[in-house]
């Protein structure tokens, strides 16, 4: 085997497709023997949604979506953001991460990569399956296997931070009254009270999400229902008549990052590698490392890349995840302080986030905290035809965008690249070579700078 990645969540699952869409050989092993079911995550939003476009997966994930288009607004924590007067703001998918997962593993097996569940790394060369314990030999290890990362603690990685000391409770509930008006005073959204707060919502008719977060020890054992509603009671003061549990789960947040991406053949990838202590960045981000790291990682191992350009992984993906760690942090320190302080904090830092500039400045860190150079998605006619740039992008392969019909160009691009000469009105240069990311590598007109950007490592 080429790659094994451990941990079948969405991101080994995301970066498994892209590496078979590279032609590596890949197998994905995770320890448990059914997908969770549990919607740790909602939906997706930023620079994510463009990359499933250009994998021609965004009508799938639309398809199922209960909202999909640019975000109205978003929560920066507690302070709500309107992107009303933003020209592009970021686009949303609202869709719980279960289909979200099957969706990738349905797109995975397409492509040939193999799925074992029930399968255990004990070491970086031994599995434990339902058979007993077998050998594997890959080149490389992508862990993929979340915050308590086995392929992170193998490779001796430190993962450096922070974990809160406030406990979430959060669970799904099937809504047998309407707790707004049951309740006098519940709001929707956080209910803010001296001893902590109460999440109450909705994203799906007839299924309430209610959050209970309060700095306690985290008791033993599973979570259960009576200790959800005594924990709700202590900080709001009174019960919520909630329904039947559909799951329940506890969290401690925490602020980790791995000291680096890659250690020798071992790559880290999601949770393994990043840890925010506010939601909505995590599957993102993670997301997006899968999308970097698979088509680096296939052209590796195919033969058709040098294996310095593994490092660009780290140097590229590494200081995204700080940057969003730093705007995380924000988030939770806002929802967090309480008192006359935590109020006056929450209500200058709305009013700054209120004016233009603060608002695009917020809209841009929650779409995305990279600084490369992405191909827009221009119209092009190829051919005669109507297309654009994304669908082009759906091989996932190196592409020579030719927008002047230039012959010199085209000669300088190697046998690997997808040639695609169009028509294109808002054309930002003769020529555009990008990699499979997206990420645009050269542009111009200089068939010599052309083949230097080609031959280099990283970028």
Wanted: include cysteine; charge should be negative.
């Amino acid at each position: 085997m080429e790659v094994a990645v451990i941990g079948a969540g969405p991101v080994g699952l995301m970066l498994a497709a892209e590496l078979r869409l590279g032609g590596a050989k890949v197998v994905v092993l995770d320890r448990r023997t059914e997908p969770d079911r549990r919607p740790r995550a909602n939906g997706l939003g930023g620079r994510i949604v463009e990359q499933l476009d250009h994998r021609g997966l965004l009508d799938r994930f639309r398809a199922e979506a209960t909202f999909a288009g640019p975000f109205p607004g978003f929560p920066f924590g507690p302070v709500p953001l309107d992107f009303s007067g933003l020209d592009a703001p970021p686009r949303g998918l609202m869709l719980q991460q279960p289909r979200m997962e099957a969706l990738l593993e349905e797109r995975a097996a397409e492509l040939g990569a193999e799925i074992r569940r029930g399968h255990e790394l004990v070491d970086l060369g031994t599995v434990r399956g339902p058979d007993g314990e077998y050998r594997i030999e890959p080149r490389y290890i992508a862990g993929c296997d979340g915050a308590h990362s086995r392929v992170r603690e193998l490779a001796g990685i430190g993962f450096r931070g922070t974990t809160g000391d406030e406990l979430m409770r959060l669970g799904h509930f099937r809504a047998d009254v309407d707790l707004f008006a049951t309740v006098a005073g519940l709001e929707r959204g956080w209910n803010r009270r001296p001893g902590g707060r109460v999440l109450v919502t909705s994203l799906t008719p007839g299924v309430v999400i209610a959050g209970v977060r309060e700095v306690t020890p985290e008791p033993p054992g599973e979570p259960t229902l009576e200790e959800f509603r005594d924990a709700v009671r202590r900080v709001l003061g009174t019960d919520l008549p909630l329904g039947e549990p559909l799951w329940l789960s506890r969290t401690t947040s925490s602020a980790r990052l791995a000291e680096r991406y890659r250690a020798g053949r071992v790559l880290l990838a999601g949770d393994a590698a990043h840890l925010f202590p506010a939601g909505g960045s995590a599957l993102n981000v993670g997301l997006l490392d899968a999308v970097n790291l698979g088509w680096k990682l296939a052209a590796v191992v195919r033969g058709r890349s040098p294996e310095s350009l593994l490092d660009s992984y780290h140097a590229e993906r590494h200081p995204v995840a700080a940057r969003t760690l730093t705007q995380t942090r924000v988030q939770a320190l806002l929802d967090r302080l309480t008192g006359e302080d935590g109020d006056a904090l929450r209500t200058l830092f709305g009013e700054l986030a209120a004016l233009p500039e603060g608002t695009r400045h917020l809209a841009g860190l929650l779409r995305d905290t990279d600084e490369l150079p992405y191909v827009p998605d221009l119209p092009l006619t190829v051919g005669g035809r109507a297309t654009r740039v994304a669908e082009v992008m759906r091989a996932a392969r190196p592409v020579l965008f030719d927008f002047a019909d230039r012959a010199d160009l085209r000669e300088s691009a190697g046998a690997d690249v997808k040639i695609v000469t169009a028509e294109c009105p808002e054309a930002p240069a003769d020529a555009l070579f990008v990699h499979p990311d997206g990420v645009v590598a050269w542009r111009g007109g200089d068939p010599a700078s052309l083949r230097e950007a080609m031959a280099a490592p990283g970028r």
